[in-house]
C-alpha cells in the first residue's frame, strides 16, 4: 500500500509555469506506476499523465502534452508535473494517483490517490 500526498498548487498567471510534487509514503514506490489527474468543477476526473516504474516511459493527454512534464525520484519518492505555458483550461484539482500497471488513463485502474491540490490560472 501507498500513501500519496500532492503540494505546489496555486495561483498562477496564464502563460506561467508551476512544479506539482507528490511525495509517497512506503518503501514500494518504485513498484508503481504514477499518474497525474486533474478534475475541473462540473466535470469528470481527467487523466494528465502517467509515467513508468523507473521513469523510463511516460504518457501525456494531447491537452497537456508539450506543456507538461511528469517525472519522478525513486530515491526520494516523489512524483513531480512541471506544468509550463499553462492556459486558463488547466484550472482544477489535481491529483497523482498509483497504479502497479503502467499505460493506463482510466482513473479506475488506479487504486491509491491523493488528496489533491488546487490550480487555478487567472488572466
Known amino acids: 500500500q501507498v500513501q500519496l500526498v500532492e503540494s505546489g498548487g496555486g495561483l498562477v498567471q496564464a502563460g506561467g509555469s508551476l512544479r506539482l510534487s507528490c511525495a509517497a509514503s512506503?518503501?514500494?514506490?518504485?513498484?508503481?506506476?504514477m499518474g497525474w489527474f486533474r478534475q475541473a468543477p462540473g466535470k469528470e476526473r481527467e487523466f494528465v499523465a502517467v509515467i513508468s516504474w523507473g521513469g523510463g516511459s511516460t504518457y501525456y493527454a494531447d491537452s497537456v502534452k508539450g506543456r507538461f512534464t511528469i517525472s519522478r525520484d525513486n530515491a526520494k519518492n516523489t512524483v513531480y508535473l512541471q506544468m509550463n505555458t499553462v492556459k486558463l483550461e488547466d484550472t482544477a484539482v489535481y491529483y497523482c494517483?498509483?497504479?502497479?500497471?503502467?499505460?493506463?488513463?482510466?482513473?479506475?485502474?488506479?487504486?491509491?490517490w491523493g488528496q489533491g491540490t488546487q490550480v487555478t490560472v487567472s488572466s
Open positions: 512506503g518503501r514500494t514506490f518504485s513498484s508503481y506506476a
Open positions: 494517483a498509483a497504479s502497479p500497471q503502467y499505460g493506463s488513463s482510466w482513473f479506475k485502474e488506479y487504486p491509491y
